[in-house]
């Protein structure tokens, strides 16, 4: 399945994440997950939330800068072994993953979610 | 062409020289009577009034600078009793003390009419409404836009800064035709257009730009044309000499010189004599027809060149400027090299990536180190979640700034906002290297 992911831009200072978050948060948009792309300068902060459309339109009011960008999501068991057997399919067939991050869910299931540019055929291929 | 002074517009080079010997020699005259800061000046040079028989004398009189004006706050350097003296603005120095300026009424008479020609030379009619978003007040932008438009016969909009709502809705409902303001106000009010949801740019009027005071690169230039949908014009002056409209832009690169009225020299910085035409130095003015604080030779900082002849673009005689590059005083010397804020603006400005006129350069000591980090505004357009195309882009505007100032600088990307304009004159830099 193809995945909504919003990256927002922040330098990497004490203190820049946390007006982003309360933005979010203040405005009813849950995060569902978040993870940071770091450089000693800024980071990217890449967020799966319930709204990326809205978070992105109340974000870039209040001056940030950002991106929706399409993800392909597996579904997986969130058990050992699950994740080589993605990355081996998609190595096999020449796909480059640009990066790559997962959560386990409550459910007993893991979302692996890839960052690459042959989306669809990724997508295919895990299917 | 334009209905103020047509004669001096195109007078002959030879004739331009006679008026101004003639001016030179009054106003050296009056000066050595009258002010008495500038006659101890001549007098230590051993300069008398009958040596200055034409223009070409100018070279035998000392300079004045900004620090003689400080040095005699206030009223030191002028000319006649207050009596006489109609207005005083002054203009704000970084180290503390003003410098005033006084004006008589005939002062003021010239002035507005160097503010009426420059805006004949952009093309202003009287039929012209006249948006005025320079501050008023102490600051000679304001009324000198002011009383110049009405001296035009414009239909004058005293605006002043701030609030920017208010003056969007006044621009659009008045119908404004001309907008005189500093170029980051201009590109600041493209921008509150853009992000307002109930006005776009059709709903405005707008056709000439009479922006100055404060130095800006082409590539902002291009901004503000494509953000107002107006042609935008250079307008130069300082208090010292007057105010805006010293010299005036015809819609070609340069600048042309009131100088029947203001009379310009360049020169070298590092030796004050006179370089040709074309070669860049410190602008130097000596006011041929003021009373309230004559100058004679004083050094702008401002750094251009000067350039006789026909203007291939108008046909104007008057002498020409460059646009001003730099300051003396706000060049940045890092490392040992020369850099001024103009050349990374240009730089930046040219980076489709950046909105390159939203910048700052900080520059610190670390160590025996100079350090030079420019933060400027990514454009949101171009914005990706990959650090690689971030890193792409930082590249490509170290290697574009590298080959503007020969030094690197370290390249902070910012978002929108991050860096803003202000209503006024824009602060570009911040130096916190503390020279023992």
Redesign the interface.
């Known amino acids: 399945m193809i995945i909504n ?1 919003l ?1 927002v ?3 990497n200072e004490v203190g820049k994440l946390l007006p982003i978050i309360k933005t979010l948060g203040m405005n009813g948009i849950n995060i569902e997950s978040l993870n940071i ?1 770091d ?1 000693p ?2 980071g ?1 902060v ?1 967020m799966l939330t319930s709204d990326n459309v809205k978070a992105q339109q109340i974000l ?1 009011e209040k ?5 929706i ?1 399409s993800l392909v999501g597996v579904e997986v068991k969130d058990e050992a072994g699950e994740l080589s057997k993605t990355l081996e399919t998609l190595a096999k067939n020449g796909i480059d993953i ?2 790559i991050y997962s959560y386990s869910r409550k459910d007993g299931k893991a979302l692996i979610l890839i ?1 690459t540019d042959k989306i669809k055929e990724a997508e295919d291929l895990l299917k | 062409m334009e209905k103020y002074n047509t004669d001096v517009m195109t007078m002959s080079r030879e004739d331009m020289e006679k008026l101004q010997s003639e001016r030179l020699v009054e106003e050296i005259k009056y000066v050595y009577e009258n002010q008495k800061a500038y006659r101890a000046k001549m007098d230590e040079a051993g300069v008398k009034p009958e040596d200055i028989k034409s223009i070409k004398d100018i070279t035998k009189l000392p300079f004045t600078t900004k620090h003689d004006l400080r040095e005699n706050y206030p009223f030191g350097f002028f000319a006649c009793s207050m009596k006489d003296i109609v207005r005083i603005h002054a203009s704000s120095g970084t180290t503390g003390k003003l410098t005033t300026v006084g004006y008589t009424q005939r002062d003021l008479d010239d002035w507005s009419e160097a503010f009426a020609r420059s805006l004949a030379i952009a093309g202003v009619t009287k039929d012209d409404i006249i948006h005025i978003s320079y501050g008023y007040g102490l600051f000679t932008g304001g009324l000198g836009a002011h009383y110049g438009g009405e001296m035009m016969g414009c239909a004058v909009v005293p605006c002043g800064t701030g609030n920017t709502q208010r003056q969007l809705q006044l621009m659009k409902d008045f119908g404004a035709t001309v907008l005189c303001c500093t170029p980051s106000y201009a590109l600041f009010l493209g921008e509150a257009i853009e992000k307002d949801p109930n006005l776009t740019i059709d709903d405005f009027k707008l056709r000439i730009g009479v922006f100055g005071a404060e130095p800006w690169s082409l590539g902002m230039k291009e901004k503000i044309e494509e953000k107002l949908h107006l042609k935008a014009y250079d307008i130069y002056g300082l208090s010292e000499i007057s105010g805006p409209g010293v010299s005036m832009n015809c819609g070609a690169e340069e600048l042309h010189v009131q100088e029947d009225l203001f009379y310009p020299e360049v020169v070298d910085v590092d030796t004050l004599e006179p370089v040709p035409d074309g070669v860049r130095g410190e602008l130097v003015f000596t006011t041929l027809r003021k009373q309230g604080v004559p100058l004679i030779r004083y050094r702008t900082r401002d750094l251009c060149s000067i350039q006789h002849g026909v203007c291939p673009h108008c046909g104007r005689t008057i002498v020409r400027m460059s646009r001003v590059t730099g300051r003396t005083d706000d060049m940045l010397i890092i490392r040992g090299v020369n850099v001024f804020p103009s050349q990374i603006e240009s730089a930046l400005t040219k980076i489709e990536e950046l909105n390159g006129s939203h910048y700052l350069l900080v520059v610190e000591r670390q160590g025996l180190l100079d350090t030079l980090e420019i933060r400027v505004e990514m454009n949101p357009k171009f914005f990706s979640d990959a650090v690689k195309d971030i890193e792409k882009l930082r590249k490509k505007v170290d290697h574009e700034v590298t080959s503007a100032i020969g030094i690197a600088a370290k390249i902070t990307l910012c978002a929108p906002g991050e860096v803003p304009l202000s209503e006024g004159k824009t602060k570009r830099t911040i130096d916190n290297r503390v020279i023992e």
């Open positions: 992911q990256a831009y922040s330098q792309a450089t300068e800024y990217i890449r870039s001056g940030f800068i950002s991106t960008t640009e990066y960052k």
